[in-house]
């Protein structure tokens, strides 16, 4: 199951529309598929495959349940120059025997993307050991660094991959999500067929490049996955992915402090102290000209006495006007002045 991450893309990069990759399409040769779910069938067709390397994937069921282990391979894909296998191993009494010596053969390439990933879980799943593994994101950087930068096992897709070498694009959608246990619809069959032709598509771009540049060697880019052990492409000492003489580039700029970031968030919107401190002024205006006067009578208001609300929300008053005889009307003693005084609440 092949890997879609891209990396990390600070920007959303627009790229032109392309044509989608289909292999019956852009096959440079009239190419057969095979979809077998019998060992003995799979014997047969895997003897006659064509000396070359191969575009290598693996699907299997997801497990939709939050923190389930993974469902075992059940779908192995190869393809050739003139040939596409789909070999459900989960549908076949026993392993193929071919297969696995194909898988071991050292001389024959298996290509594809976050393939180290597949090789340890067939491992895992079957006992199946993988020589001659090629990552292509690894190949890609290596002959084509110019276009590429970044940490030298950052991950490009097989569809990112599909677009810069061979100018298509590569359909995905609810169909890498299926049930690759059960018997195999076309659309599974074509989806399949797709991710392991490309993955062979995009191998022999690159390595037509490799041949020509100087200081290239294949344990860059190549290893394999033995008893469980990541080695070599010849199997022999361990492997870890490096290549001397590749320019990741300038270094990304550095993160801000956690603290830096706190502060300007501070400072780019009000705060709540701020938020009362427009309150407090947009009302000092009316308290300007208010002062407190608590003789059991009310507050007096711009010449307007106000007289506490009864059965009312909390707050709210009655404004009276002066000049209207009520049991409130304050008495006619105005020896304070009527321009300072404020306003309280009486609940």
């Given at each position: 199951m092949s890997g879609t991450a891209e990396g990390s893309v600070k920007a959303a990069v627009s790229r032109p529309e392309l044509p989608r990759y289909f292999w019956r399409d852009q096959?440079?040769?009239?190419?057969?598929?095979?979809?077998?779910t019998n060992h003995l069938e799979a014997n047969f067709e895997l003897s006659r495959l064509a000396i070359g390397p191969l575009g290598f994937d693996l699907e299997w069921r997801p497990n939709y349940r939050k923190g389930g282990s993974e469902n075992p391979v059940a779908l192995v894909q190869l393809a050739g120059f003139d040939t596409i296998l789909l070999l459900q191993i989960s549908a076949m009494s026993e392993f193929p025997l071919k297969l696995e010596e194909v898988l071991l053969d050292p001389l024959r390439v298996?290509?594809?993307v976050s393939i180290q990933r597949d090789c340890q879980k067939l491992y895992q799943d079957w006992g199946i050991s993988v020589r001659n593994c090629v990552e292509l994101a690894l190949l890609a950087r290596s002959v084509d660094n110019a276009r590429w930068k970044?940490?030298?096992?950052?991950?490009?897709?097989l569809s990112r991959l599909?677009?810069?070498y061979v100018g298509f694009s590569l359909a995905k959608g609810k169909v890498q999500r299926s049930n690759w246990e059960q018997r195999l619809s076309l659309a599974q069959q074509d989806y399949a067929a797709n991710d392991a032709r490309a993955g062979y598509a995009i191998f022999t771009r690159l390595i037509t490049l490799a041949q020509n540049m100087p200081n290239m060697d294949p344990y860059y880019y190549s290893f394999s996955v033995v008893n469980g052990f990541v080695l070599d492409h010849l199997g022999i000492s361990q492997w870890i992915p490096h290549n001397p003489f590749y320019d990741p580039g300038p270094p990304p700029p550095p993160k801000e402090p956690k603290e830096l970031k706190e502060r300007k968030k501070k400072t780019s919107a009000p705060t709540s102290s701020a938020a009362s401190q427009?309150?407090?002024?947009?009302g000092s205006s009316l308290q300007d000209g208010i002062s407190m006067r608590n003789d059991g009578q009310g507050p007096l208001l711009a010449n307007v006495a106000v007289a506490p609300a009864v059965n009312s929300r909390a707050g709210a008053f009655h404004r009276i006007p002066r000049n209207r005889p009520t049991s409130t009307q304050r008495p006619q003693n105005r020896s304070h002045d009527p321009a300072q005084y404020s306003v309280t609440m009486r609940i």
């Open positions: 096959s440079p040769a009239p190419t057969r598929i095979r979809y077998i298996k290509a594809g970044g940490k030298y096992t950052n991950p490009l897709g599909l677009e810069t427009v309150t407090a002024s947009s």
